[in-house]
């Protein structure tokens, strides 16, 4: 039975080290993917959320002084 064990054993740890390098592979996909990502993201000329909400607001209110404005013109040519 002894001879049994140790090769029952030994599967085990064969197999034990083969899940270790398999999720320190996978690990390392997943950190190399990562950074290709962030590096193609960072060629583009894409805006952070952030950005792009500061120019939402900035557009907005653009639009409403015009509108303010359209009306001043409004009532003073309607004065003349």
């Keep these: 039975m002894q001879p049994n064990n140790k090769l029952f054993d030994d599967l085990s740890q064969l197999m034990?080290?083969?899940m270790g390098v398999a999720q320190g592979a996978?690990?390392?996909a997943?950190?190399?993917m990562k950074s290709m990502?962030?590096?193609w993201l960072a060629d583009r000329d894409f805006v952070t959320r952030e950005e792009f909400d500061a120019v939402r607001a900035m557009?907005?209110?653009a639009r409403e002084?015009?509108?303010a404005l359209e009306a001043?013109?409004?009532a003073?040519?309607?004065?003349?």
Excluded at 76 to 80: I, P, Q, R, V
Aim: net charge neutral; glycine share 0%; charged share 40%.
């Design 16 to 18: 034990t080290n083969a």
């Design 26 to 28: 996978k690990d390392e």
């Design 30 to 32: 997943n950190t190399a």
């Design 37 to 39: 990502m962030d590096r």
């Design 59 to 61: 557009a907005q209110k």
């Design 65 to 67: 002084e015009n509108a």
């Design 72 to 74: 001043r013109i409004a």
């Design 76 to 80: 003073l040519e309607a004065k003349s």
